[in-house]
């Protein structure tokens, strides 16, 4: 079986507050290791009441210094809203705190809406290259001391962090082949383009000094429980984010609703069905086929599993039943 991963947006339900969100963090991530997942993964968002990982490298600093052995890691930093210089000495300093543990993912999104990123960035000017030199030179901050331009990341000279590319589309795929980088695709919120963008990194991928061959993450939804009655309620909550965000109103992630999508009109009812495609939802057998067919069909390298569940000890419980039967 493919190995799998954690990506958690610190979801802070309706009810609780951002400190019990990233508290709970820590405990999954602590939870996912004794389970076996690879990684965990944290994710920038801005603006966003229900999520509580804006500041991702403090957020895997404190997961980092809670658990011992699972690799910690953006998924992703968007790049667009920090000097590379920022990002590469942040990340330095996770891999000096917590050696040989810790991934970096790169993203273009701005991670939250138009004015949340004219307050981060200041100017919102850009142009389609400016993302690809970005990488480049937040890599070159991590090259050995005798490789390193006159200004230098300290600590990131010369650690050895691994760095990924984020996509959602064929833009993300095919910086990642040309620079013989890992990808991770948004499957699990994106899924339009995901098949296209698998077949466009694998065909251009050319090898480099991190990786000999390309590499395929996939974010799957995952929502398993006894019943699939259970776990069906249980994705509610994450339907009513969607429908929230999609409408203007992001809050906090809502409890579960009964025959909440029937409700629906078809057009948000349509909206769902695409945006979820890539998920398994129902007990521990349902969720099996759900994810082996998943990987028949994509043939991906691992799987980065996000469980956007309302109550800590089910989204705990969760993650236990897909991890008894893969990994």
């Known amino acids: 079986m493919i190995p799998l991963s954690v990506l958690d947006l610190a979801p802070v339900p309706e009810g609780s507050d951002a400190g019990t969100a990233l ?3 820590l405990d999954l991530a602590q939870h996912a290791e004794r389970l076996g997942y690879r990684r965990f993964w944290m994710a920038e968002h801005h603006s966003m009441p229900g999520i509580a990982s804006a500041a991702t490298a403090v957020a895997l600093a404190y997961v980092g210094a809670g658990t011992s052995s699972i690799r910690i890691g953006a998924g992703g930093v968007m790049l667009p809203n920090h000097a590379p210089l920022v990002v590469a000495e942040q990340f330095g300093t996770l891999e000096a705190l917590f050696p040989g543990r810790v991934d970096l993912g790169l993203g273009r999104a701005p991670g939250t809406d138009r004015a949340a ?3 981060l960035r200041r100017n919102l000017a850009s142009d389609e290259n400016q993302f690809p030199r970005d990488v480049v030179e937040l890599m070159a901050y991590f090259a050995p001391e005798d490789e390193q ?3 230098r990341a300290i600590p990131g000279e010369g650690l050895s962090v691994p760095i990924w590319i984020l996509g959602s589309s064929l833009f993300g795929a095919q910086l990642a082949a040309m620079l013989g980088l890992p990808y991770a695709f948004a499957s699990h919120f994106a899924p339009a383009q995901m098949m296209e963008a698998i077949a466009v990194y694998r065909e251009r991928f050319r090898p480099s000094p991190q990786l000999d061959r390309p590499y395929v993450m996939l974010g799957f939804n995952a929502f398993a429980a006894e019943t699939d009655e259970e776990a069906h309620l249980l994705s509610t909550s994450l339907m009513q984010a969607f429908v929230n965000l999609r409408t203007g109103n992001p809050g906090r992630l809502p409890p579960p609703v009964p ?3 029937d409700a629906l009109p078809a057009p948000a009812r349509a909206m769902l069905d695409q945006v979820l495609s890539c998920s398994a939802i129902g007990a521990p057998a ?11 069909r994509t043939g991906a390298d691992e799987l980065m599993i996000t469980s956007q569940i309302h109550d800590h000890a089910a989204r705990r419980r969760s993650y236990e039943i897909v991890a008894d039967f893969i990994g």
Not at 286 to 296: C, D, L, M, W
Request: aromatic share 8%; proline share 4%.
């Open 23 to 25: 508290r709970h963090s």
């Open 117 to 119: 990123a004219m307050a």
């Open 149 to 151: 331009p006159r200004v």
């Open 259 to 261: 025959g909440y999508a």
């Open 286 to 296: 349902t969720v099996r086929a759900a994810i082996e067919a998943f990987v028949a």
